[in-house]
């Protein structure tokens, strides 16, 4: 299955509403497609650009592919280690593209193959449970959002928080209140806090009986001395997400015991073969990982599903991404039924029709 061309192709996907965190608002999603030809089948991925956190941009993602392409094209897909060697080793930096590229060169080994991504990888679990995301506005508008989400049959919310600390503390009281006791919350302030006023949130929510059972990147990703004291001095589980990218971050991430769960995004990673490193070492250190994705198309969320269910040291899923897009442009990949993301058995991604008209 050589490589013969790696062609890509942009589009927007509206959102039903704005998309809030601390650190920007999305009123729609931007993706790079990828697709790599081969004589037998095609192979899709695709990159979203998250300039505040990755930072890529749409015409950094697409210089960066048409530096990669000419390294690979020519190359026998059954040299799976080869190429993801080149792929990792010809650019530094540029995660998105790599992942773009990693995530499409995956799709075309499950063809191989003729088998789904996730049981190559491991076939842990055919089925995934995802939280739903509640963007950060005010108490009333968000816990009217959590209310809705829960009436649709979500039971765990992901609450973006970070801007203001007292005023956090009122929207989680809010939400708590709309949701009841039974819902399970987390909280994201996407690097918005310093070290002593994470800890000063948590244990206040803590004393109102907001009953959150985990924090999500509270401090700066550069900032491992001030995640770590954070973890220290708060009795919930600590997600490190802004601060691994790459296996290496991962392992100082381990090593400091900065963080008690590390969260993966193929986007952080460069795709799918540093991803699983970042696994397996957590794994071997006893820290458990989540599964996340940007605000991306659903190819790169499937990508992430798979990965997903495929390891069982994957035990938080936050892949809602589709769920909160008003339309779709691409066929096939995951499906979701409520909370229930779904897998078809299709080889791949069970991407093969391309874009929707």
Sequence with gaps: ?????????????????????????????????????????????????????TGDTNSSILGAIDFIRPLIIGKDVSNFEGILTTLNKCIVGNTSAKAAI????????????????????????????????????TPDEMAADSLKAVNEGFDNLKVKVGKDSDLDIKRMQAIRKAVGDKVKIKVDANQ??????????????????????????????????????????????????ESVFSPADAMNIINKRAADIINIKLMKTGGIYNALKIVSLAETAGMKCMIGSMMESNIGVTAAAHLGAAKKNIIEVDLDVPLLCSESQLVGGISYHKNNILFNQESGFGFGKGLSS
């Design 102 to 137: 990693d995530i499409a060169l995956y799709d075309l080994y499950g063809k191989l193959y003729n088998a789904p991504v996730y049981r190559l990888l491991g076939g842990y679990r055919n089925k995934l449970k995802t939280d739903i995301t509640i963007s950060l506005n």
């Design 192 to 241: 918005g806090y310093e070290p002593k006023e994470a800890v000063y949130v948590i244990k206040r929510m803590e004393q109102k009986d907001i009953n959150i059972y985990l924090m999500e990147q509270p401090v700066h990703g550069k900032d491992i001395d001030g995640l770590k004291f954070v973890t220290n001095n708060v009795n919930i589980p600590i997600l490190a997400d």
């Design 1 to 53: 299955m050589k490589i013969l061309d790696i062609k890509t192709n942009q589009l927007s996907i509206g959102l039903n509403k704005p998309f809030k965190t601390a650190l920007r608002t999305l009123y729609q999603i931007e993706a790079v497609v990828v697709e790599i030809i081969t004589e037998q089948a095609r192979g899709y991925g695709a990159a979203s650009p998250t300039a505040v956190i």
